[in-house]
């Protein structure tokens, strides 16, 4: 009896192809298991064939025998298995073809080819023959079905259709088809083609016919001489898209407040539309968590609101395969309003009821929907009976009202529900979930490819719910009706063949079935008999490095498997033992190359069909060495420098000296040389200061060292012999040696480098040690910079390497190159971890965490904790693990018990002293219960007393942290006054039964929640208790403003209190006169609540006056605004502002902050250079000194900078409405700043400045206001400037005198009057003078025919009238007309009118209205009248 193997070596170690996790990979050898089938695995590099874990068959050895039924694998058999795990452990080499080395990225021999495709698809499921074309040629093989069109084939109609089917085989198969069961003869329809060496079909609409006629259900069928292979049963359907019914809308009229919903109803489709909805306009929907559209494509409306009644709504759907949308008829909305909506709880919209169920198969996704009603909208919140949501699967989509479950597995069955709620109510849906499964596979039919006499099986195992059925075809043919075969037996899901020979080859199907779906899966039985074949290239050649681990491959083909064996040089003895190993799998290791092992290697495979052989070239090299390293160098700026690097490599193979700088690749430049055994850098600068890495390779292998190169800045020559040399870093100390060598000690010594010119003050010694964070240094321990040998002391267990830091004034020098190594001895541990902690991360959990010891506490390798812990007070047996990490989670714990913990380290050689008791809590879970009897009791008008009953212990759940209060404003009891209901909580710590609540504001309604918290969260809330807070005193009026227009009056305004706090009874007014240190009588002014202006006459005009204004409830006044009146003219000389710089505009809206100067500084000042402006200005200068800061006018402080970091020197230069700020600092460049300032109704606002932004300018400002500012570092706002004050100055300029009192103006006004007089005396002299004037002398331009006014003869025009006016223009007709509608007769007379005298002849006033017309008619003898002399004058 004959069976096909597959044998060889695998590649290089991590080359193997990837088997699946769930598989047993080619790469592993297994144990002795009843394995009755053999797969084909070939594996890249070499192209290895081996059986996998899908082959389960008998094994035979070379005579042919055959096993009992207990069938395990032969020895030969196992060695396939075992033989690619020695693939792993191929050392460093390369390999050639004959001379030729195969390099990266080459082509590989067709044979590896065929190897690496037959592991690759062994290993998805699928049996393949090798593709090695002699092979392909010899090996026969069933047909398989490799592309095929999907179960439901949706076409589109204006496309031919196209019924893909592709199968494989030797010899090629042939095709045909059947049409709901029924053979299809393609070759009477002429519209039905097959493509050629396929049987894929084309149905071809250019010459006529309806797609529809093709609907049904079609199979492929693909045979050979030894079997049929299926296709699915492919459904084929015709895309529709149907057009949407026409009909007519009627408005849908609907009350404001009440739910709606406006259906779609979409015409069916195939596939199904998508619906969308939008406006006849095409403009979309806005969707929110009231208006949205659900799963069905209808649109609900939680609650319609007035603004919906805006657009039309119109359903649009969109068919995928014919790329159309049709759209429904638009809805239009008609609301009827009311006084107001009322609140209404919530109701369900869809689904309807409180239950409904739902079916969903397992691996689709589950969509659960809940569209509520009510006003204010309401909430929809997820839950599922019994459990949680799983997280991982489930999202919430359409705002919480759709819920998705993907991948729907058996697990997500049961009751799911969502709540509605909103303040006024809620209301829940239950929606039972059951979840059915088409067939799905646990053990898919695979080919199976055999050995004449060998046995086999093939499984065909699914499940479903319900439970799917199985029935078995064999070349399309079912089982019963198939000819009989007694090696063939059927147990259900299997069918059994044992003894099998070439007649058995064939195709058998498995079809597995129920109500939601089917399975169909074709497998062949092969069986082959086929001679050894090598796979890989011959005469291969590998080279290796000396003393390296090699491995030497010879892959195979066969059938029955071969076996095989390694010679060397032609030697009759075959190679294993000593230097040589050879795997099960048939892999030749050589564990130490050495050059002995030169020469050329034989495989030889054997079965009872004959031999086929091999060779392996070894070549031995020398390793790659870097024997002159390249050193630590400390260089002058502008210097040259060299670093060595000389090579020693083997001679046959090309060797490439390259160089890193800081790990990257160095650009070697003009200033750079590099040679085979050194780098040479010229006028060395900063930048070339970092670490070098000198790397020699060869195409085998490559060693590199790294030197780190320090560049010093230039120093100053001495000017004289005395003159300070220059002072460094001091060099790295060097010779590190250990002696006096202990169990816990150690001496170092080191020989110290040079100090640069500067003294070395400490010594640092570190230590690394390569267990725990290798590559890692760590400080050791400090010694003066006076000696040079220490005593070390150190823990058991750590493998030591120790350096040397230096240092002085000026820094650390590099550190010193390590020194040797040394480990101590073991020991058990002598501490145990600290910070040990027990938590709840859930409720029924506990989480024992610690700080883990660090590797000078280890004392001893693979350290370890015992962690135990017990139920406190209780007499239970501990419970006990041993964890290697810092943590350990306690699962199914009760909710909050105490525990008591010890966690003991332990290593290697013993455990660590007994631990202490910790004591733990498991997880907390939300508390069950709130407070009860909650009693409120107002203590004034902006606190609360409460008192509550405390819950028990056992509904706490956890640690009780504190009792908490949740309050909002509900509204105020002042009518239209908005309020904030923003939610605000107090807290109240402990146990505790009573507590106050502040800071609320008087005269308001309010709500109140307690709830008891422990570390999980909130409890339940209590009954929401409401109260009302008293009336209060208000707030300070807003935006008090005092202007002062003149010397006699000053205006008072302000606005009403931000917070009345009550109802307003009036406004209090107290005000007194000041004169330096002199205070006058306070007079005290009430006014009406609606009152918001006064107006005050002044005593005199030299006196300030100080405004305090207060606003009044019944229950007193509240806090009051203060304001000072401007200072009079001679209390405050204005000089020129300084030179005006670019200022940085920073707008600050809202904000009121200006005014005059008011005080001086107190130091001594240097006058600063002023340019002259149009408005005075003033300036206002702090120091950083601790006196109080004042302001003056027109100066500058000039200071020193302090030693620290300060700011000093602000200098504020205000306007009306703005005001220029600058000031000093010591910090660095970027430093950024913030300016604050308050106005007098103590308003407070910042201003943030980037870097270097001076001068800033704070706009918004208010005329005749009082502010106060500082300007402090945004990093550290505990550096200040000192508090400024500065004063805007009045929009009025306060120091102008009444223009009326000036004896100029009054001079002016009488000798205009007096001139004026004069015109009217002699306009009344030319008037008296009488007489009618003739209208025109006919000179130039006569008025047209059409000129009425020619005939009335009554007209008083001068003789330059008939001219053409400037402005006017020559109609077509001759006639003059004018460009200005202005210019008609009505405009120049007074009041509209013309001026007449006796005779009714008219006097012109031409001259009036147009000062150029006037000096061409100076010769006119029209009389003037008096007002237009006037006129004419000014």
Same mark, same amino acid.
């Given at each position: 009896?004959?069976?096909?193997?597959?044998?060889?070596?695998?590649?290089?170690?991590?080359?193997?192809?990837?088997?699946?996790?769930?598989?047993?990979?080619?790469?592993?050898?297994?144990?002795?298991?009843?394995?009755?089938?053999?797969?084909?695995?070939?594996?890249?590099?070499?192209?290895?064939?081996?059986?996998?874990?899908?082959?389960?068959?008998?094994?035979?050895?070379?005579?042919?025998?055959?096993?009992?039924?207990?069938?395990?694998?032969?020895?030969?058999?196992?060695?396939?298995?075992?033989?690619?795990?020695?693939?792993?452990?191929?050392?460093?080499?390369?390999?050639?073809?004959?001379?030729?080395?195969?390099?990266?990225?080459?082509?590989?021999?067709?044979?590896?080819?065929?190897?690496?495709?037959?592991?690759?698809?062994?290993?998805?499921?699928?049996?393949?023959?090798?593709?090695?074309?002699?092979?392909?040629?010899?090996?026969?093989?069933?047909?398989?079905?490799?592309?095929?069109?999907?179960?439901?084939?949706?076409?589109?109609?204006?496309?031919?259709?196209?019924?893909?089917?592709?199968?494989?085989?030797?010899?090629?198969?042939?095709?045909?088809?059947?049409?709901?069961?029924?053979?299809?003869?393609?070759?009477?329809?002429?519209?039905?083609?097959?493509?050629?060496?396929?049987?894929?079909?084309?149905?071809?609409?250019?010459?006529?016919?309806?797609?529809?006629?093709?609907?049904?259900?079609?199979?492929?069928?693909?045979?050979?001489?030894?079997?049929?292979?299926?296709?699915?049963?492919?459904?084929?359907?015709?895309?529709?898209?149907?057009?949407?019914?026409?009909?007519?809308?009627?408005?849908?009229?609907?009350?404001?407040?009440?739910?709606?919903?406006?259906?779609?109803?979409?015409?069916?489709?195939?596939?199904?539309?998508?619906?969308?909805?939008?406006?006849?306009?095409?403009?979309?929907?806005?969707?929110?968590?009231?208006?949205?559209?659900?799963?069905?494509?209808?649109?609900?409306?939680?609650?319609?609101?007035?603004?919906?009644?805006?657009?039309?709504?119109?359903?649009?759907?969109?068919?995928?395969?014919?790329?159309?949308?049709?759209?429904?008829?638009?809805?239009?909305?008609?609301?009827?309003?009311?006084?107001?909506?009322?609140?209404?709880?919530?109701?369900?919209?869809?689904?309807?009821?409180?239950?409904?169920?739902?079916?969903?198969?397992? @691996?689709? +996704?589950?969509?659960?929907? =809940?569209? $509520? !009603? #009510?006003? %204010?909208? /309401?909430?929809?919140? *997820?839950?599922?009976? &019994?459990?949680?949501?799983?997280?991982?699967?489930?999202?919430?989509?359409?705002?919480?009202?759709?819920?998705?479950?993907?991948?729907?597995?058996?697990?997500?069955?049961?009751?799911?529900?969502?709540?509605?709620?909103?303040?006024?109510?809620?209301?829940?849906?239950?929606?039972?979930?059951?979840?059915?499964?088409?067939?799905?596979?646990?053990?898919?039919?695979?080919?199976?490819?055999?050995?004449? @006499?060998? +046995?086999?099986?093939?499984? =065909?195992? $699914? !499940? #479903?719910? %319900?439970? /799917?059925?199985?029935? *078995?075809?064999?070349? &399309?043919?079912?089982?019963?009706?198939?000819?009989?075969?007694?090696?063939?037996?059927?147990?259900?899901?299997?069918?059994?063949?044992?003894?099998?020979?070439?007649?058995?080859?064939?195709?058998?199907?498995?079809?597995?079935?129920?109500?939601?779906?089917?399975?169909?899966?074709?497998?062949?039985?092969?069986?082959?008999?086929?001679?050894?074949?090598?796979?890989?290239?011959?005469?291969?050649?590998?080279?290796?490095?000396?003393?390296?681990?090699?491995?030497?491959?010879?892959?195979?083909?066969?059938?029955?498997?071969?076996?095989?064996?390694?010679?060397?040089?032609?030697?009759?003895?075959?190679?294993?033992?000593?230097?040589?190993?050879?795997?099960?799998?048939?892999?030749?290791?050589?564990?130490?190359?050495?050059?002995?092992?030169?020469?050329?290697?034989?495989?030889?495979?054997?079965?009872?069909?004959?031999?086929?052989?091999?060779?392996?070239?070894?070549?031995?090299?020398?390793?790659?060495?870097?024997?002159?390293?390249?050193?630590?160098?400390?260089?002058?700026?502008?210097?040259?420098?060299?670093?060595?690097?000389?090579?020693?490599?083997?001679?046959?193979?090309?060797?490439?000296?390259?160089?890193?700088?800081?790990?990257?690749?160095?650009?070697?430049?003009?200033?750079?040389?590099?040679?085979?055994?050194?780098?040479?850098?010229?006028?060395?600068?900063?930048?070339?200061?970092?670490?070098?890495?000198?790397?020699?390779?060869?195409?085998?292998?490559?060693?590199?060292?790294?030197?780190?190169?320090?560049?010093?800045?230039?120093?100053?020559?001495?000017?004289?012999?005395?003159?300070?040399?220059?002072?460094?870093?001091?060099?790295?100390?060097?010779?590190?040696?250990?002696?006096?060598?202990?169990?816990?000690?150690?001496?170092?010594?080191?020989?110290?480098?040079?100090?640069?010119?500067?003294?070395?003050?400490?010594?640092?010694?570190?230590?690394?040690?390569?267990?725990?964070?290798?590559?890692?240094?760590?400080?050791?321990?400090?010694?003066?910079?006076?000696?040079?040998?220490?005593?070390?002391?150190?823990?058991?267990?750590?493998?030591?390497?120790?350096?040397?830091?230096?240092?002085?004034?000026?820094?650390?020098?590099?550190?010193?190159?390590?020194?040797?190594?040394?480990?101590?001895?073991?020991?058990?541990?002598?501490?145990?971890?600290?910070?040990?902690?027990?938590?709840?991360?859930?409720?029924?959990?506990?989480?024992?965490?610690?700080?883990?010891?660090?590797?000078?506490?280890?004392?001893?390798?693979?350290?370890?904790?015992?962690?135990?812990?017990?139920?406190?007070?209780?007499?239970?047996?501990?419970?006990?693990?041993?964890?290697?990490?810092?943590?350990?989670?306690?699962?199914?714990?009760?909710?909050?018990?105490?525990?008591?913990?010890?966690?003991?380290?332990?290593?290697?050689?013993?455990?660590?002293?007994?631990?202490?008791?910790?004591?733990?809590?498991?997880?907390?879970?939300?508390?069950?219960?709130?407070?009860?009897?909650?009693?409120?009791?107002?203590?004034?008008?902006?606190?609360?007393?409460?008192?509550?009953?405390?819950?028990?212990?056992?509904?706490?759940?956890?640690?009780?942290?504190?009792?908490?209060?949740?309050?909002?404003?509900?509204?105020?009891?002042?009518?239209?006054?908005?309020?904030?209901?923003?939610?605000?909580?107090?807290?109240?710590?402990?146990?505790?039964?009573?507590?106050?609540?502040?800071?609320?504001?008087?005269?308001?309604?309010?709500?109140?929640?307690?709830?008891?918290?422990?570390?999980?969260?909130?409890?339940?809330?209590?009954?929401?208790?409401?109260?009302?807070?008293?009336?209060?005193?208000?707030?300070?009026?807003?935006?008090?403003?005092?202007?002062?227009?003149?010397?006699?009056?000053?205006?008072?305004?302000?606005?009403?209190?931000?917070?009345?706090?009550?109802?307003?009874?009036?406004?209090?007014?107290?005000?007194?006169?000041?004169?330096?240190?002199?205070?006058?009588?306070?007079?005290?002014?009430?006014?009406?609540?609606?009152?918001?202006?006064?107006?005050?006459?002044?005593?005199?005009?030299?006196?300030?006056?100080?405004?305090?204004?207060?606003?009044?409830?019944?229950?007193?006044?509240?806090?009051?605004?203060?304001?000072?009146?401007?200072?009079?003219?001679?209390?405050?000389?204005?000089?020129?502002?300084?030179?005006?710089?670019?200022?940085?505009?920073?707008?600050?809206?809202?904000?009121?902050?200006?005014?005059?100067?008011?005080?001086?500084?107190?130091?001594?000042?240097?006058?600063?250079?002023?340019?002259?402006?149009?408005?005075?200005?003033?300036?206002?200068?702090?120091?950083?000194?601790?006196?109080?800061?004042?302001?003056?006018?027109?100066?500058?402080?000039?200071?020193?900078?302090?030693?620290?970091?300060?700011?000093?020197?602000?200098?504020?230069?205000?306007?009306?409405?703005?005001?220029?700020?600058?000031?000093?600092?010591?910090?660095?460049?970027?430093?950024?700043?913030?300016?604050?300032?308050?106005?007098?109704?103590?308003?407070?606002?910042?201003?943030?400045?980037?870097?270097?932004?001076?001068?800033?300018?704070?706009?918004?400002?208010?005329?005749?206001?009082?502010?106060?500012?500082?300007?402090?570092?945004?990093?550290?706002?505990?550096?200040?400037?000192?508090?400024?004050?500065?004063?805007?100055?009045?929009?009025?300029?306060?120091?102008?005198?009444?223009?009326?009192?000036?004896?100029?103006?009054?001079?002016?006004?009488?000798?205009?009057?007096?001139?004026?007089?004069?015109?009217?005396?002699?306009?009344?002299?030319?008037?008296?003078?009488?007489?009618?004037?003739?209208?025109?002398?006919?000179?130039?331009?006569?008025?047209?025919?059409?000129?009425?006014?020619?005939?009335?003869?009554?007209?008083?025009?001068?003789?330059?009238?008939?001219?053409?006016?400037?402005?006017?223009?020559?109609?077509?007709?001759?006639?003059?007309?004018?460009?200005?509608?202005?210019?008609?007769?009505?405009?120049?007379?007074?009041?509209?009118?013309?001026?007449?005298?006796?005779?009714?002849?008219?006097?012109?006033?031409?001259?009036?209205?147009?000062?150029?017309?006037?000096?061409?008619?100076?010769?006119?003898?029209?009389?003037?009248?008096?007002?237009?002399?006037?006129?004419?004058?000014?």
């Amino acid at each position: 009896m004959r069976r096909l193997a597959a044998r060889g070596a695998a590649g290089d170690a991590g080359e193997a192809a990837a088997p699946a996790a769930d598989r047993t990979d080619c790469a592993r050898g297994r144990g002795r298991s009843p394995w009755r089938l053999i797969d084909l695995c070939a594996i890249w590099d070499s192209g290895v064939v081996l059986p996998a874990a899908d082959w389960k068959g008998p094994s035979s050895g070379v005579a042919g025998r055959r096993l009992n039924k207990a069938e395990v694998l032969s020895s030969v058999q196992k060695a396939q298995f075992q033989r690619l795990e020695a693939a792993r452990l191929r050392g460093p080499g390369s390999r050639e073809r004959g001379p030729v080395l195969r390099m990266a990225g080459q082509q590989p021999p067709p044979g590896v080819l065929a190897a690496l495709l037959l592991c690759l698809l062994s290993l998805g499921g699928a049996i393949e023959i090798p593709m090695d074309p002699s092979i392909q040629n010899e090996l026969s093989q069933p047909p398989t079905i490799t592309k095929q069109s999907v179960k439901d084939h949706i076409v589109d109609p204006r496309d031919n259709i196209l019924i893909e089917c592709e199968a494989k085989g030797n010899p090629a198969p042939s095709f045909h088809w059947t049409r709901n069961s029924r053979f299809f003869n393609i070759a009477k329809d002429p519209r039905v083609s097959m493509r050629r060496r396929s049987g894929t079909l084309v149905i071809d609409f250019r010459s006529g016919g309806r797609p529809e006629e093709y609907e049904g259900e079609y199979q492929c069928f693909a045979r050979n001489k030894f079997g049929t292979a299926l296709s699915n049963r492919i459904r084929l359907q015709v895309s529709k898209s149907p057009l949407w019914p026409k009909e007519n809308l009627d408005p849908v009229v609907v009350q404001e407040g009440a739910p709606l919903t406006l259906q779609c109803n979409p015409p069916p489709g195939l596939p199904s539309p998508v619906i969308f909805w939008m406006s006849s306009s095409m403009e979309p929907i806005t969707q929110d968590k009231r208006v949205s559209q659900g799963h069905n494509g209808d649109l609900y409306f939680s609650s319609v609101m007035l603004p919906d009644m805006q657009t039309d709504y119109s359903c649009n759907a969109r068919f995928h395969f014919t790329h159309t949308i049709q759209q429904k008829n638009a809805f239009t909305l008609k609301v009827l309003t009311t006084r107001g909506v009322a609140e209404r709880t919530p109701s369900f919209m869809y689904p309807q009821g409180t239950a409904s169920s739902q079916m969903v198969l397992r @691996g689709m +996704d589950l969509l659960l929907e =809940c569209i $509520a !009603s #009510g006003v %204010p909208t /309401p909430d929809i919140a *997820w839950y599922k009976k &019994g459990g949680d949501l799983p997280s991982d699967k489930a999202k919430f989509e359409n705002f919480n009202k759709a819920l998705r479950i993907t991948n729907v597995s058996e697990e997500d069955s049961g009751e799911y529900f969502c709540l509605a709620s909103n303040k006024m109510g809620s209301i829940r849906h239950t929606i039972s979930v059951r979840v059915k499964a088409a067939p799905y596979w646990l053990d898919e039919p695979k080919n199976l490819i055999l050995a004449p @006499g060998e +046995d086999g099986r093939l499984v =065909c195992r $699914a !499940s #479903g719910n %319900p439970k /799917p059925t199985v029935q *078995w075809m064999v070349n &399309g043919e079912p089982l019963q009706s198939a000819p009989p075969n007694p090696n063939r037996e059927v147990a259900g899901d299997t069918i059994i063949f044992r003894d099998t020979q070439i007649s058995s080859r064939a195709v058998y199907q498995c079809n597995t079935s129920n109500e939601h779906g089917y399975l169909l899966a074709n497998a062949f039985v092969s069986v082959l008999d086929v001679p050894p074949r090598m796979l890989s290239p011959r005469n291969q050649l590998i080279r290796v490095i000396l003393y390296n681990r090699t491995r030497l491959d010879c892959p195979f083909f066969g059938s029955p498997i071969p076996t095989l064996r390694w010679f060397k040089n032609g030697q009759g003895s075959n190679l294993d033992g000593g230097n040589y190993h050879v795997y099960e799998n048939g892999s030749l290791e050589i564990k130490m190359t050495r050059k002995e092992d030169q020469g050329i290697y034989t495989c030889v495979a054997t079965n009872i069909l004959g031999k086929a052989e091999n060779q392996v070239h070894l070549e031995v090299k020398d390793p790659t060495r870097i024997y002159r390293m390249p050193e630590d160098q400390v260089a002058k700026r502008g210097t040259t420098v060299q670093l060595e690097c000389r090579v020693k490599h083997d001679p046959s193979l090309k060797l490439t000296v390259s160089w890193l700088k800081d790990d990257e690749p160095l650009y070697v430049g003009n200033r750079m040389k590099k040679e085979d055994e050194s780098l040479t850098i010229f006028g060395v600068a900063e930048r070339d200061q970092g670490s070098y890495t000198c790397i020699a390779s060869t195409e085998l292998d490559q060693d590199l060292a790294k030197a780190y190169l320090t560049v010093l800045a230039d120093q100053a020559t001495p000017t004289n012999r005395l003159a300070a040399l220059p002072k460094g870093r001091p060099d790295r100390p060097r010779d590190l040696e250990l002696t006096d060598l202990a169990e816990r000690s150690v001496r170092l010594t080191w020989i110290p480098g040079d100090d640069n010119n500067s003294p070395i003050t400490d010594y640092v010694v570190q230590f690394e040690e390569d267990q725990f964070q290798p590559g890692v240094w760590h400080d050791h321990s400090k010694f003066p910079g006076s000696v040079n040998s220490a005593i070390l002391h150190l823990s058991p267990y750590v493998n030591y390497q120790f350096r040397v830091i230096a240092v002085n004034e000026v820094g650390s020098s590099h550190p010193s190159l390590p020194s040797e190594r040394y480990r101590t001895s073991g020991a058990p541990p002598e501490s145990n971890p600290a910070d040990v902690k027990g938590e709840g991360t859930r409720k029924n959990n506990m989480e024992i965490t610690w700080t883990p010891m660090n590797a000078t506490s280890a004392f001893g390798p693979n350290l370890r904790y015992i962690v135990k812990w017990r139920r406190r007070e209780t007499r239970e047996a501990w419970s006990n693990v041993t964890v290697w990490g810092s943590r350990h989670v306690v699962g199914q714990t009760p909710v909050y018990v105490p525990y008591e913990i010890r966690v003991q380290a332990e290593n290697d050689f013993g455990k660590g002293p007994e631990p202490d008791t910790v004591i733990g809590y498991s997880g907390e879970d939300y508390p069950r219960a709130a407070p009860t009897d909650v009693k409120i009791r107002v203590l004034n008008s902006t606190a609360v007393s409460l008192q509550w009953n405390r819950v028990y212990s056992d509904t706490v759940q956890g640690q009780l942290r504190e009792y908490r209060a949740y309050y909002w404003r509900e509204s105020s009891l002042l009518k239209n006054l908005w309020v904030s209901q923003k939610r605000q909580q107090a807290s109240f710590p402990g146990d505790r039964l009573r507590g106050v609540v502040s800071r609320l504001f008087p005269y308001s309604n309010y709500k109140l929640e307690m709830v008891v918290v422990n570390g999980r969260g909130d409890g339940p809330r209590s009954e929401t208790k409401e109260f009302a807070t008293p009336e209060g005193v208000p707030s300070a009026p807003r935006r008090f403003r005092v202007r002062q227009p003149n010397l006699e009056m000053i205006h008072l305004e302000w606005d009403h209190p931000e917070h009345p706090n009550g109802i307003l009874t009036g406004y209090t007014l107290k005000y007194v006169a000041f004169n330096g240190t002199k205070v006058g009588k306070q007079i005290v002014e009430n006014f009406s609540p609606n009152q918001t202006k006064f107006t005050m006459q002044r005593a005199d005009p030299v006196s300030r006056y100080r405004f305090t204004l207060s606003a009044r409830t019944q229950v007193g006044s509240g806090e009051a605004a203060t304001e000072e009146s401007p200072a009079p003219p001679n209390e405050a000389t204005p000089t020129a502002a300084p030179p005006t710089l670019s200022p940085t505009t920073v707008g600050a809206p809202g904000t009121v902050s200006s005014t005059d100067a008011t005080a001086t500084v107190a130091t001594e000042a240097t006058a600063a250079p002023i340019v002259p402006t149009t408005a005075p200005a003033a300036v206002t200068t702090t120091t950083a000194t601790e006196s109080p800061p004042t302001t003056t006018a027109g100066t500058k402080i000039h200071e020193s900078a302090p030693d620290k970091q300060s700011i000093w020197n602000v200098t504020v230069l205000p306007n009306s409405k703005w005001a220029n700020i600058t000031w000093k600092h010591s910090f660095g460049p970027g430093t950024d700043f913030v300016v604050e300032y308050t106005d007098s109704n103590h308003t407070k606002k910042t201003v943030p400045v980037k870097a270097q932004a001076q001068p800033i300018q704070l706009t918004d400002l208010y005329p005749g206001m009082t502010y106060t500012l500082r300007v402090y570092s945004r990093d550290n706002e505990g550096i200040s400037s000192a508090i400024i004050t500065f004063m805007t100055s009045s929009a009025y300029t306060n120091n102008q005198a009444d223009i009326a009192t000036q004896g100029w103006f009054i001079g002016l006004m009488c000798a205009i009057a007096l001139l004026v007089l004069i015109l009217l005396i002699v306009c009344f002299i030319k008037r008296s003078r009488g007489g009618k004037y003739p209208v025109r002398e006919k000179k130039d331009v006569p008025l047209g025919p059409e000129d009425p006014k020619e005939e009335d003869g009554s007209f008083d025009y001068s003789d330059e009238d008939n001219k053409p006016l400037q402005g006017s223009q020559t109609s077509l007709d001759g006639t003059i007309k004018q460009q200005e509608s202005d210019d008609s007769l009505v405009d120049y007379g007074e009041g509209g009118e013309g001026q007449f005298n006796e005779d009714g002849s008219f006097i012109g006033q031409y001259t009036v209205k147009k000062d150029k017309e006037e000096t061409e008619g100076n010769e006119s003898s029209e009389a003037t009248s008096p007002v237009n002399a006037i006129y004419s004058l000014a």
